[in-house]
């Protein structure tokens, strides 16, 4: 799949697609109004935002106590742990677990961190057959596509596309029925779960106290992957520590209200160290890989706070131009708002500098974020960190600088309103203008006319005595 | 009472009529006004873009101009959300301007706060009168963190009474965003297109809007589709309601 050069030429593109619209509007819209109730239905969730955003931030201060205590329990279990600090470094640890195993095919449970590092690409370079087992990922897998959401990864496709998909791809009849869908996928999953003999799965919280790894899943398949499969490979980024049981269960108070509106994921997994003497089912080998690639780098600087997300999506839900454009228009693997932050951060994109600032800074993100990321804030910090590098858009920062030089002076702001009176007015017709100058061509380009200022301002109003 | 005008650029250059309903609807309220005429802009354009150092000179002119008021009044949420949650963060902790700004910050009012908090104004007797048979109202993004939606809304609806129809996502942006509506006009209309398809559910004829910035990408959206939807301030509504003259704007 071909990723367009410029974040512009991508957010045109899904504009143009009036059948993705109002896919994307319709789900967003419903999941937002769902998360909404879900909190609703909680005493007091401003209360327990503020208590997660105390953990993380308590943990993000001193990751590495809670690191070293993370990873003392884990080797006390038994698990290997892999320390990667890049994406490559993370991809090879888990091909060099799979050769140890011998392990030639491999299932896959949902995980934003291996589409970071492209894992599946790695692995498939080294020979070795991986299946997505989540069905939004499984499809995306089959048509060679990317997620577009955090949480709801096919949600750029309706049920037609999906049964088209199907029909193509896994030799069956087109039937544009979600049980029977389900049911296919099923049947070629339970194939896959039976032959693989390694388990991918990422991590939604790592308990320092006890070195549990907790997986949230809805669909069964984490537990085909974590107990069939000989090994499990779980991987998560360094930022998935929270200190004990008791934080972890205030992140999964809000994580499954905010991702889905449950109060609980269908499946919860609480994985402490593989399969005992006795037991009867489990991995035999585990494996956690902690990938750092820029995590610590991020922890350094001004931007540290967006490593207390929880990539639950209440952020893409509300947002008003993730909506609009959907997420491939984003172009990276993180989309959204906190995807604007993510991606110029961690994963890259093409053009990556413009996402931060293709945002109203409307505030909707920060409202419904669980963990209480100001990310219009961060937004104004990255602008600043672009204008201080002299990176980002060019003409903007010059304009508004000068524009601003304007302004300190009343003398000056009140000859350039004058100018821009003079400039409009004449191109009005009825008090509207349909086509207007630089730099506000733009606003004209759209569906929609700008006022010429009338001809006398306020100030002269006020000065004439006439108010 | 007295209290300064902060008029905000948007309002002073495009829509004078709202000001001159503040300043009537304040003075029929017993309140005397002062426009200072030294003000300009609050430095939101240049802090929103990353350019703190070009925004800190012009808030801490406006600190300086209204420094002898008791309160201030602006009818925009943008400009006092500026002064309020970032005006401080521009200068050094004890220095003379920063105490300048947090006293701005703390008097600064929008103009139904400072009706209903101040001027102890009973909202339900404003508008007794109504131009409009269906009246719906947006809430502006930038009142997040200074006016929560649910105080902004019950306003509305004590303002109005029966004839509110409250409009669908209500709390959502309309695309304007300063630059971003020209800068990315592409999103900015669509989601402008959602704002107006809401708008149409509603079937209002009186939509208030207390935004500038909104006001022109909304109005300006309506105009382009020739929708017949007034788009009006609260500060006009209210002294178009108590039938208080104003100025014919030339």
Redesign the interface.
């Given at each position: 799949m071909t990723v367009l050069p410029t974040f512009?030429q991508r957010?045109?593109e899904a504009?143009a697609d009036q059948r993705l619209?109002l896919a994307i509007?319709d789900a967003t819209?419903q999941r937002d109004a769902k998360r909404r109730a879900a909190w609703r239905d909680l005493p007091d969730v401003q209360a327990l935002r503020l208590l997660a955003r105390q953990i993380k931030d308590h943990t993000l201060d001193n990751l590495d106590h809670y690191l070293n205590q993370f990873i003392d329990n884990l080797r006390r279990l038994g698990v290997e742990i892999h320390l990667a600090s890049s994406a490559d470094d993370a991809n090879a640890a888990v091909v060099a677990i799979a050769r140890q195993f011998h392990c030639t095919d491999a299932v896959k449970a949902k995980s934003m961190l291996t589409e970071e590092t492209h894992l599946n690409r790695a692995l498939l370079d080294a020979g070795i057959n991986v299946v997505e087992t989540d069905l939004g990922e499984f499809l995306l897998q089959l048509d060679d596509d990317r997620p577009s959401h955090l949480t709801c990864p096919a949600v750029h496709k309706d049920l037609d596309a999906c049964a088209e998909t199907f029909a193509r791809k896994l030799d069956v009849p087109f039937v544009a029925d979600p049980h029977a869908l389900v049911a296919i996928a099923r049947k070629t999953m339970r194939d896959k779960f039976r032959s693989a003999t390694l388990a991918i799965t990422g991590v939604n919280c790592a308990v320092a106290e006890s070195g549990t790894i907790v997986l949230v899943m809805n669909e069964g398949n984490g537990r085909f992957c974590t107990l069939a499969p000989r090994v499990h490979v779980a991987m998560m980024g360094l930022e998935k520590i929270v200190p004990s049981l008791a934080d972890a269960a205030v992140m999964l108070k809000l994580l499954g209200r905010s991702a889905t509106a449950q109060r609980l994921t269908v499946d919860t997994h609480f994985i402490t160290g593989p399969r005992r003497d006795g037991e009867l089912d489990g991995a035999s080998h585990m494996h956690v890989v902690i990938v750092d690639a820029g995590r610590s780098d991020i922890l350094a600087g001004t931007h540290r706070h967006v490593l207390r997300c929880i990539r639950c999506a209440a952020c893409l839900n509300i947002c008003?131009?993730y909506?609009?454009?959907g997420g491939h228009a984003y172009g990276g693997v993180y989309p959204g708002p906190i995807g604007k932050l993510l991606t110029p951060l961690l994963a890259g994109a093409p053009d990556a500098e413009t996402l931060p600032?293709?945002?109203?800074?409307?505030?909707?993100c920060?409202?419904a974020c669980p963990v209480m990321i100001d990310i219009p804030q961060l937004l104004?910090?990255?602008?600043?960190?672009?204008?201080?590098r002299r990176r980002g858009?060019r003409w903007?920062?010059r304009l508004?600088?000068w524009?601003?030089?304007l302004?300190?002076?009343?003398r000056r702001?009140v000859l350039t309103?004058r100018i821009?009176?003079r400039l409009l007015r004449p191109r009005s017709a009825d008090e509207?203008i349909?086509r207007a100058p630089p730099?506000?061509?733009?606003?004209t380009?759209?569906?929609?006319?700008?006022?010429a200022?009338?001809?006398?301002?306020?100030?002269?109003?006020?000065?004439e005595g006439?108010? | 009472m007295q209290a300064g005008l902060f008029?905000t650029?948007l309002?002073?250059?495009?829509?004078?009529?709202v000001?001159?309903a503040m300043?009537a609807v304040l003075r029929h309220f017993g309140c005397e006004v002062r426009?200072p005429?030294?003000?300009?802009?609050c430095?939101q354009?240049?802090?929103?873009?990353?350019?703190?150092t070009?925004?800190a000179?012009?808030v801490e002119?406006l600190a300086r101009i209204f420094q002898h008021d008791r309160y201030v009044v602006s009818p925009s949420a943008s400009c006092n959300a500026m002064i309020k949650l970032h005006g401080a963060e521009l200068f050094d902790p004890g220095s003379e301007s920063r105490r300048l700004v947090d006293i701005l910050a703390d008097k600064l009012h929008d103009f139904t706060g400072f009706l209903t908090d101040v001027l102890d104004v009973d909202l339900t007797r404003c508008a007794p009168a109504l131009p409009a048979q269906r009246v719906t109202w947006h809430y502006s993004?930038?009142c997040?963190?200074i006016i929560p939606f649910e105080t902004a809304f019950e306003r509305i609806r004590r303002l109005i009474g029966s004839r509110f129809v409250p409009l669908p996502?209500a709390?959502?942006?309309c695309?304007?965003?300063?630059?971003?509506?020209?800068?990315?006009?592409?999103?900015?209309?669509?989601?402008?297109?959602?704002k107006l398809s809401c708008l149409r559910q509603t079937g209002a004829d009186l939509l208030i809007c207390d935004e500038a910035g909104c006001r022109?990408?909304i109005?300006?959206?309506l105009?382009?589709?020739k929708h017949p939807l007034t788009v009006v301030h609260t500060a006009e509504l209210i002294a178009e309601a108590l039938g208080l003259p104003l100025?014919e704007?030339?």
């Open positions: 512009r957010a045109a504009l619209r509007l819209t008003p131009v909506r609009s454009v600032h293709a945002s109203t800074l409307c505030g909707a920060y409202e104004i910090e990255m602008r600043r960190d672009q204008a201080a858009p903007k920062p508004i600088r524009a601003m030089w302004a300190r002076s009343p702001f309103q821009v009176r509207w349909s730099p506000l061509a733009g606003w380009r759209a569906q929609r006319d700008l006022p200022p009338p001809p006398k301002s306020f100030r002269q109003l006020w000065k006439r108010i | 008029i650029c309002t002073d250059t495009f829509y004078p009529r000001g001159a300043v426009f005429s030294q003000q300009t802009c430095g354009p240049a802090y929103n873009n990353g350019l703190p070009d925004a000179p012009l002119k993004c930038h997040r963190g996502r709390d959502q942006c695309g304007f965003g300063g630059a971003f509506a020209a800068e990315f006009e592409q999103i900015s209309d669509a989601m402008l297109e959602d022109m990408n109005e300006g959206g105009h382009r589709r100025p704007i030339p």
